[in-house]
C-alpha cells in the first residue's frame, strides 16, 4: 500500500465555513419546521379523540370501551397513512427537514405501523359493536362490510395496502424486479384513496364536530393535492420548461452506461454534486416508471448520470437516443459538500455508488493529496467512469484506491478477499493515518454502508463526519 504525506491540518477558508454554517442553520429551520407539523397535526388528532368522549369511555369495562379503542386505533392509522402520503409526495418541507435516507426510513416505518392499527381498529370496532350487540363479531364484520356507507371500497382499499405491505418485506421485495415492485407500490395510492369515504362519510370521529369535520377534509385535500402538483406537475412543467434532452449516450465499464442531458438554464434547478434525480425518458413503453440516479459529474451545462445495467428499467438507457426528451424529479438527496467540517475528503463507493462520489470531487474545494477515493468492484471490467478518475488523479491530485475481486469472508465484508487478512479498522487506518482531519463520504448498499460505518469509527473517524445516503428511494 502506499502512504501519503499530507500538510499541516488547518481550517477550512472562512468562506466555506461561513456557507456551511448558513447552510447547516437553514437544514435546521426546514427540520424544524417538519417536527413541528408532524407534532402539531398528531396532538390535534389525539384531542378530537379526547373532545369525542374518548378517555371516559375506555375507563368503563363494556363492549363500548373496545369500541373507543378500535376509534383511537383508527384515528392514529389514519393519521399514519395521511404521513405515507406526504412522504412519498416529495413535499419540499419534508425533503428538506428530514432528508431522502430519513424519509425513506419513516416511511417504511410508518407503512407498517399504519396497517397493523388499521387492522386493531377493524377487529376492535368489530369486537365492540359484536359485544354490544350481543351478536357474533364475524357476523358483525360482515355487517359492517355490507351495510355500512363505504366499507366495500374499504375492504378493497384493505387489501390492496395488505399486497403493499407484503410486497415490501425485504425477502419478498429482494425477489421482485424494480419495475415490478414499483408498479404494485403504486396501488397504494389506490388503497388509501378507497379506504379514505368511509372515513369521512362516517366515522365519528371523523363527523364528531364541524372543526373535526373541516380539520380532515382539508387535510386529505392538501394531501391529494401536494401528490398531483410535487409527483406530477411541477416535474413535468420545470422538465418542459427547461426541454431537457438526451445529448449523448456512452457505454461506460462492461455493464454500465454514462447518458449527458441537457437544457435551458440548468442552474435553476438548483442541483448541487452528491445530489440524485429521478430520470423518467421518453422513449415509449415503460417511461413512466422513473429511476433513481445519482449525478456523476458536478452539474454545470449539462447534467451527467452513470447506472449500472442490472433490469430492464437500466437496460432502456444502453438503447436511448440522442435527442430524447427528459423528466425529473428533483434535485433530491443530503449528501452534499454542506455536510463538510473537515479539510480533507475521502470518498468510499461500490460499484455504481461511485456516481455521486465523482461529481462531489469534481466540485469540492480541496489539495492535492487531500482527497481520497476508493472503489470496490468484483472484477475490474465493472469499473464505472475509468476516465473520469482519470482526469481528477491527473488534475486535482485525487489519490485513488482500487480494491477488486469478490467480497472477503471476514467480519469486515465490505473489504476485497485480496484484503481479508486486514481488519477493517486496521486497513483504514493504513490507508489514512489522520483520520480527524477528514470528511467520509459513503456510498453502497444498506448492508455494505452499515458494516463499513462501524469499521470508520473504530478506526477514529469522527461519527459526525462520516455522511452517508443509500439507494432507496
Known amino acids: 500500500m502506499t502512504t501519503l504525506t499530507n500538510r499541516p491540518r488547518g481550517a477550512l477558508s472562512p468562506v466555506i465555513g461561513e456557507h456551511q454554517g448558513s447552510a447547516h442553520r437553514r437544514a435546521q429551520a426546514w427540520r424544524a419546521g417538519a417536527i413541528i407539523v408532524i407534532w402539531a397535526t398528531s396532538l390535534l388528532v389525539v384531542a378530537l379523540w379526547v373532545a369525542g368522549g374518548g378517555i371516559g369511555a375506555v375507563l368503563g369495562a363494556s363492549g363500548e370501551t373496545v369500541t373507543t379503542l378500535g376509534r383511537l ?88 395496502i395488505l399486497l403493499v405491505v407484503v410486497t415490501s418485506i425485504r425477502r419478498a421485495r429482494r425477489r421482485l424486479r424494480y419495475e415490478s415492485w414499483h408498479l404494485l407500490h403504486l396501488y397504494a395510492y389506490l388503497g388509501v384513496g378507497l379506504a379514505l369515504p368511509h372515513q369521512l362519510w362516517t366515522g365519528a370521529d371523523f363527523l364528531s364536530s364541524p372543526l373535526a369535520t373541516a380539520y380532515w377534509w382539508t387535510i386529505w385535500a392538501l394531501a391529494a393535492a401536494s401528490i398531483l402538483v410535487f409527483r406530477f406537475g411541477m416535474p413535468v412543467l420545470r422538465s418542459s420548461r427547461r426541454a431537457l434532452r438526451v445529448a449523448s449516450v456512452e457505454p461506460d465499464g462492461a455493464r454500465g452506461v454514462t447518458i449527458r442531458v441537457v437544457g435551458r438554464d440548468l442552474s435553476t434547478l438548483g442541483a448541487r454534486a452528491g445530489q440524485f434525480f429521478v430520470w423518467r425518458f421518453l422513449d415509449g413503453q415503460g417511461w413512466t416508471r422513473g429511476h433513481p440516479f445519482s449525478l456523476s459529474a458536478a452539474p454545470g451545462s449539462e447534467l451527467t448520470l452513470t447506472a449500472r445495467v442490472v433490469g430492464d428499467g437500466t437496460r432502456r438507457l444502453a438503447s436511448l437516443t440522442p435527442g430524447t426528451r427528459v423528466i425529473v424529479e428533483g434535485p433530491y438527496g443530503g449528501m452534499t459538500g454542506e455536510r463538510r467540517t473537515g479539510t480533507k475528503l475521502l470518498m468510499i463507493g461500490a460499484g455504481a455508488g461511485v456516481a455521486p462520489l465523482l461529481s462531489l470531487l469534481e466540485a469540492e474545494d480541496y489539495a492535492p493529496g487531500e482527497a481520497t477515493l476508493l472503489t470496490r468492484d468484483s472484477v475490474a471490467e465493472d469499473a464505472l467512469r475509468q476516465d473520469a478518475i482519470a482526469d481528477l488523479v491527473s488534475r486535482r491530485g485525487v489519490r485513488y484506491l482500487p480494491f477488486i475481486g469478490p467480497r472477503s469472508s471476514g467480519p469486515s465484508s465490505w473489504i476485497a478477499a485480496s484484503h481479508s487478512a486486514w481488519n477493517g479498522p486496521d486497513l483504514l487506518r493504513h490507508l489514512v493515518s489522520d483520520p480527524e482531519a477528514y470528511d467520509v463520504f459513503v456510498c453502497g448498499t444498506e448492508t455494505w454502508m452499515k458494516g463499513l460505518t462501524r469499521d470508520l469509527e473504530s478506526a477514529g473517524f469522527p461519527p459526525h463526519r462520516i455522511h452517508s445516503e443509500s439507494f432507496t428511494v
Do not use: C, K
Request: proline share 3%; net charge positive; no cysteine.
Open 73 to 160: 386505533t383508527g384515528l392514529v392509522a389514519a393519521n399514519l397513512l395521511l404521513y405515507q402520503v406526504l412522504l412519498m409526495a416529495r413535499v419540499p418541507l419534508f425533503e428538506r427537514g428530514f432528508g431522502r435516507d430519513g424519509i425513506t426510513r419513516m416511511h417504511r416505518f410508518v407503512g407498517f405501523w399504519s396497517f397493523w392499527l388499521m387492522g386493531a381498529h377493524i377487529a376492535l370496532l368489530a369486537l365492540g359493536y359484536a359485544i354490544t350487540a350481543g351478536i357474533n363479531p364475524f357476523v358483525q364484520l360482515w355487517g359492517f362490510v355490507w351495510d355500512y356507507p363505504g366499507m366495500l371500497l374499504a375492504t378493497a382499499g384493505t387489501l390492496l
